[in-house]
C-alpha cells in the first residue's frame, strides 16, 4: 500500500512538472516570436543601410572654393577661370588658339560646378590598374582639373557608360591604395553631359557679336548700303551727269 502510494506521489509531481515546463514554454512562445520578427526588422534596416552608404558624396568642396578648371576632351582642351570682379562676367573661358580669354556662358559653367560639389557615386569598386581599359579609363572620355582658392587640386577621370547606359565609370582624385588597386565610381551621366559640348556653347555671345551678322546680311540685301557702297553710287551718278561734247561741224545728210 505504501508503495503504491509512493508511485502515485512520484507520477503526480512528474505529471506537474511537465504541465508547469509545458505552461512556460507556451508563454515564452509569443516572445520569442516577437524576437525573431524583431531581428528580421534590424537585418532589413541594416542592409538598407549599407545600399545608402554606397551613395557618397565625391567631393566635399563649396562652389565659391573653386577658383579654375581645366577641361580636356578628345576635340578640345579650354581653360575656365574665375573672375576677381564683382561684376559681370563672374567666369572667363581662354581657348588654346585665343591669345586672350573671353567671357564664359554663366549658365553652362554653373551646371559644372554644381555637379562636381553636389554629385554623388553610386557605387564603387576596387579594380587593378590593367583592367582600367574595361571601364573606358585608359582612353578617357574627358579630364576634369579642379583647383581650389586654397591651392588644393582635384580631379575627374570619365570612362565609359556601364552595360546598360544608365551611369558613367570615372575616377575622383585616382590613387593607387596598398592592395595595388585603383577605386572605380559610378556616378550619374551629366558629368559627360556638362563637358562634352561644342566650343561655341561655352563662349557668352556679346551683342555685338550677335548684331555682326545682321548688319553683313544687310550689306547683300542692299536695304542699307556701306560706306563703299555709297562712295561707289555717288561716282557713278557723277558719270552719268557728265556733258556729252557736241560735234561743231555735224555732217550733213545728203
Known amino acids: 500500500m505504501k508503495r503504491t502510494t509512493l508511485t502515485l506521489v512520484i507520477l503526480a509531481l512528474g505529471l506537474s512538472g511537465f504541465v508547469y515546463f509545458d505552461e512556460i514554454r507556451r508563454k515564452n512562445q ?7 520578427h524583431l531581428n528580421k526588422i534590424n537585418q532589413v534596416n541594416q542592409q538598407n543601410q549599407q545600399t545608402q552608404t554606397t551613395k557618397q558624396q ?21 581653360n575656365l ?11 572667363s573661358i581662354k581657348l588654346p588658339k585665343s591669345p586672350n580669354p573671353e567671357p564664359a556662358k554663366e549658365a553652362i559653367v554653373s551646371y559644372l560646378t554644381d555637379l562636381l560639389v553636389k554629385g554623388k557615386s553610386e557605387s564603387s569598386v576596387s579594380i587593378s590598374p590593367n583592367q582600367l581599359s574595361e571601364f573606358g579609363l585608359d582612353k578617357p572620355q574627358a579630364t576634369i582639373d579642379i583647383k581650389l582658392k586654397n591651392q588644393k587640386t582635384h580631379q575627374v577621370i570619365l570612362g565609359k557608360f556601364n552595360f546598360n547606359n544608365t551611369f558613367l565609370y570615372a575616377q575622383a582624385d585616382p590613387v593607387i591604395d596598398n592592395n595595388g588597386n585603383i577605386q572605380v565610381l559610378l556616378v550619374s551621366k551629366d558629368f559627360a553631359n556638362a563637358v562634352n559640348r ?8 556679346s551683342q555685338a557679336s550677335a548684331n555682326q551678322p545682321n548688319e553683313q546680311n544687310t550689306e547683300k540685301s542692299g536695304k542699307q548700303p556701306s560706306a563703299e557702297g555709297a562712295k561707289q553710287a555717288e561716282q557713278d551718278t557723277k558719270l552719268d ?14
Open 30 to 36: 509569443p516572445q520569442q516570436f516577437a524576437q525573431n
Open 58 to 78: 565625391i567631393f566635399s568642396f563649396n562652389v565659391e572654393d573653386v577658383q579654375s578648371i581645366d577641361i580636356k576632351t578628345k576635340d578640345y582642351t579650354l
Open 81 to 91: 577661370e574665375r573672375s576677381q570682379k564683382l561684376e559681370a562676367p563672374k567666369w
Open 198 to 205: 561644342e566650343l561655341s556653347e561655352w563662349q557668352e555671345i
Open 241 to 254: 551727269l557728265v556733258p556729252i561734247p557736241i560735234d561743231p561741224n555735224p555732217a550733213h545728210t545728203k
